[in-house]
């Protein structure tokens, strides 16, 4: 007789289960078919927070691009310049010389510090290349709660 109230209990649950697996939203990171174990909150907040910071990065590292190629191209203007300079400078004149002189210490300067940041925009490449691969890994075709993201979203939005 104790069998009977157990037995409805699981069929009760069971029935419970279903019910709540109809109302459950999926939804995924990437193109793929998503498969694999629903990620838990932590887990989605961490692959939230890794988009943020990829997107962020990316953003971040256009303009920084868009900086380095108008430099780049200024670097290359100021060599033409120097270069047409040298063919005209009256080599018998001290103070031409010396003029000429720091203009080519001046673009040498602006070179320098154009390699220091070229330097450190690869460094930040290099690590953004990696939040992608850690997103693609723990993220990407992995399936997640979309009412869990929305309330994700709003908790991170308050923090912010």
């Given at each position: 007789?104790?069998?009977?109230?157990?037995?409805?209990?699981?069929?009760?649950?069971?029935?419970?289960?279903?019910?709540?697996?109809?109302?459950?939203?999926?939804?995924?990171?990437?193109?793929?078919?998503?498969?694999?174990?629903?990620?838990?909150?932590?887990?989605?907040?961490?692959?939230?927070?890794?988009?943020?910071?990829?997107?962020?990065?990316?953003?971040?590292?256009?303009?920084?691009?868009?900086?380095?190629?108008?430099d780049?191209?200024?670097l290359?203007?100021?060599?033409?310049?120097?270069?047409a300079?040298?063919?005209?400078?009256?080599?018998?004149?001290?103070?031409?010389?010396?003029?000429?002189?720091?203009?080519?210490?001046?673009?040498?300067?602006?070179?320098?510090?154009?390699?220091?940041?070229?330097?450190?925009?690869?460094?930040?490449?290099?690590?953004?290349?990696?939040?992608?691969?850690?997103?693609?890994?723990?993220?990407?075709?992995?399936?997640?709660?979309?009412?869990?993201?929305?309330?994700?979203?709003?908790?991170?939005?308050?923090?912010?």
């Amino acid at each position: 007789m104790t069998r009977f109230p157990l037995l409805l209990s699981a069929a009760l649950l069971a029935a419970g289960a279903q019910a709540a697996g109809d109302k459950l939203k999926l939804g995924a990171f990437g193109p793929g078919k998503a498969s694999g174990p629903l990620l838990s909150r932590a887990e989605l907040r961490d692959c939230l927070e890794r988009m943020d910071r990829v997107r962020a990065g990316n953003d971040k590292l256009a303009r920084e691009r868009e900086r380095i190629e108008r430099d780049k191209a200024d670097l290359l203007r100021q060599d033409e310049e120097l270069k047409a300079q040298l063919a005209t400078i009256d080599r018998t004149s001290e103070e031409a010389v010396t003029a000429f002189n720091n203009r080519v210490l001046e673009r040498d300067k602006a070179r320098g510090e154009f390699l220091q940041r070229t330097d450190a925009f690869n460094t930040e490449v290099g690590a953004l290349e990696g939040e992608r691969r850690q997103f693609a890994q723990r993220c990407e075709n992995r399936r997640f709660d979309q009412d869990d993201e929305t309330s994700l979203r709003a908790e991170m939005k308050r923090g912010s």
